[in-house]
């Protein structure tokens, strides 16, 4: 099934400070999955095998997908 | 500090009655007498009128030189001898005559050069005679002749133009808008216009940016009006890097160097299609790949600093934005509606505040496209 957007943002919410407490994540939104349907992105900085995997276990049955931005900066 | 005083205005004619006069910010005498508008007009008594046979003395010594074919040719083809060639020509133009820097009232055909070397130093092709048509020549140093980038010295300045805070780099004007006070101001970061929180209010607004070679009190555009102050440290969130500066019409222009902004804010949404106008990648496009974003922003000296409910950015075509692009009004493609305030960015994503949030934090009652 097709998760909505505001499925995702009350998912994202609950686990924000989890996530961004985790080292080489930078931050987490509603993004676009490879089937082009919405799912939660996690935005790293050089995320290491296992934080990959205890973020993927965290969010079990729910669409993620990772993206290294590498450090976000003021532009 | 600067004396200063206000005027008013009722443009433009829809927002008579909306809310009131909107008030520019109106600079210092002298500061306005240092702005010199250039105007063509035929009818300028002090402008010197040019000898059509120079015209032609101009155009004959392009033909004899080659013209920019040879300019080209001798690029694609650089000369063996340890002289300098046609590739040192930049162009030709007629001009007022310069010895040592300085003007000699004569009008003569200009050799544009980008390093200015003797006789013996470049190749036969590439030698100036003394005389074309009975007109005496001249040739000037300019160096490499690049594009002007939105880092110039503009007025009015569109949006898109590189502006700063005195003691900021570089960002990018957003667009003009009027807020609940009625004062008409451009939108940009606070970390453009107001240092990360290290400004004063009233504080001098260059146009361009510093680095741009913007400087006090000669390039002022405005000055700052307010800014939402940044939670460093990443734990308290931060909404907007939202900053004003009061400004007028005269120094800062309603539309952007690529196009007119639609004066509607509308809310971003997945998958919608934007595009922005800034001082570094000038319009580029994109899609909102995501929303309700957390991140944490790296401000450099000043800490890091953690964002929520922010935007996602991907450019299409090329990177959506770079340094120098702070501030720049992120709006939909088709109708150029604002929806975000671009502020950060990582690899080839970029972060814009929602544009509700912003409107919000700074005040603001109308757009003014």
Redesign the interface.
């Known amino acids: 099934m097709a998760w909505t957007?505001k499925q995702?943002?009350e998912i994202?919410e609950r686990n924000?400070t989890w996530l961004?407490n985790q080292t080489g994540v930078?931050?987490?939104?509603?993004?676009?999955g490879g089937d082009g349907n919405?799912c939660v992105?996690v935005?790293t900085?050089g995320l290491s095998p296992a934080v990959h995997r205890s973020v993927e276990q965290r969010f079990t049955g729910i669409p993620l997908t990772f993206?290294?931005?590498?450090?976000?900066?003021?532009? | 500090m600067a004396k200063k005083s206000t005027k008013k205005t009722t443009k433009p004619e829809e927002l008579v009655g909306v809310g009131g006069e909107v008030i520019e910010y109106d600079a210092t005498k002298p500061i306005d007498d240092e702005i010199v508008e250039i105007e063509a007009s035929s009818s300028d008594p002090s402008a010197i009128e040019i000898d059509k046979d120079l015209i032609q003395a101009r155009e004959a010594l392009e033909h004899q030189m080659g013209g920019f074919s040879a300019v080209a040719s001798s690029f694609e083809a650089p000369s063996d001898e340890n002289v300098a060639d046609m590739s040192n020509i930049v162009g030709w133009g007629v001009g007022e005559k310069t010895v040592g820097g300085r003007f000699t009232g004569d009008l003569a055909v200009k050799v544009y050069v980008a390093e200015k070397l003797a006789p013996s130093e470049v190749t036969e092709e590439a030698l100036v005679p003394e005389e074309v048509g009975g007109y005496r020549t001249d040739v000037e140093e300019v160096g490499d002749v690049s594009a002007l980038r939105f880092t110039g010295r503009y007025r009015p300045a569109p949006g898109g133009s590189s502006v700063g805070h005195t003691r900021v780099t570089a960002?990018t004007i957003g667009c003009l808008v009027i807020r609940s006070n009625n004062h008409l101001c451009m939108l940009s970061?606070n970390?453009v216009l107001a240092n990360?929180n290290s400004a004063r209010i009233g504080d001098p607004i260059l146009q361009p940016g510093p680095i741009d070679g913007g400087r006090d009190p000669r390039d002022r555009i405005g000055t700052l009006e307010q800014f939402t102050p940044l939670q460093f440290g990443g734990t308290i969130p931060n909404l907007v890097?939202a900053a004003v500066a009061w400004t007028s019409l005269r120094l800062t222009a309603p539309a952007t160097h690529s196009y007119q902004i639609t004066p509607r804010p509308i809310l971003a949404t997945?998958?919608m299609a934007v595009r922005k106008c800034g001082r570094t990648t000038q319009p580029t496009l994109g899609i909102i790949?995501?929303?309700?974003?957390?991140?944490?922003?790296?401000?450099?000296p000043a800490g890091m600093a953690?964002f929520?409910n922010?935007l996602?950015v991907r450019g299409v075509g090329s990177v959506f934005?770079?340094?120098?692009?702070?501030g720049s009004v992120v709006v939909t493609a088709g109708t150029r509606q604002p929806a975000g305030l671009?502020?950060?960015?990582?690899?080839d994503?970029?972060?814009a505040n929602p544009i509700g949030a912003v409107i919000g934090a700074m005040g603001i009652r109308q757009f003014y496209g």
């Open positions: 957007q995702l943002t994202i924000e961004l930078v931050g987490v939104g509603v993004g676009f919405a992105e935005l900085d993206t290294n931005t590498g450090p976000v900066k003021a532009l | 960002g970061n970390h990360s890097d997945l998958g790949t995501g929303v309700s974003v957390s991140i944490r922003v790296n401000y450099g953690l929520r922010q996602q934005s770079q340094g120098g692009d702070s671009l502020f950060a960015g990582g690899g994503v970029t972060f």
